[in-house]
């Protein structure tokens, strides 16, 4: 079996596991912070430049980037929302 189908299939899900036991062990706020980290980004990108040079992945780590603020902004939109509407605890 080819090294990158490994990684592909094993990494992400290992470090996904990875982090429940994170959260089992020292609770939610560790988890939350250990799952800040690019967990699911990092190893693609990793494996995308494996099998298509860096040039791409430099493109690809770049718009990355750029999704994160897309999330941001819909993270500070449901979190307005959600006290706006009551939905907040």
Do not use: D
């Amino acid at each position: 079996m080819p090294t990158v189908l490994v990684l592909k299939l094993c990494l992400v899900p290992s470090l996904i596991y990875l982090v429940t036991q994170v959260g089992r062990r020292w609770g939610p706020n560790a988890a939350g912070w250990f799952s800040a980290l690019p967990i699911v980004a990092g190893p693609i990108l990793l494996t995308m430049a494996i099998e298509q040079g860096s040039q791409f992945v430099a493109t690809a780590a770049a718009h990355t980037l750029i999704a994160v603020i897309a999330v941001l902004v819909f993270c500070l939109a449901y979190a307005w929302a959600s006290g706006r509407f009551g939905v907040a605890g």
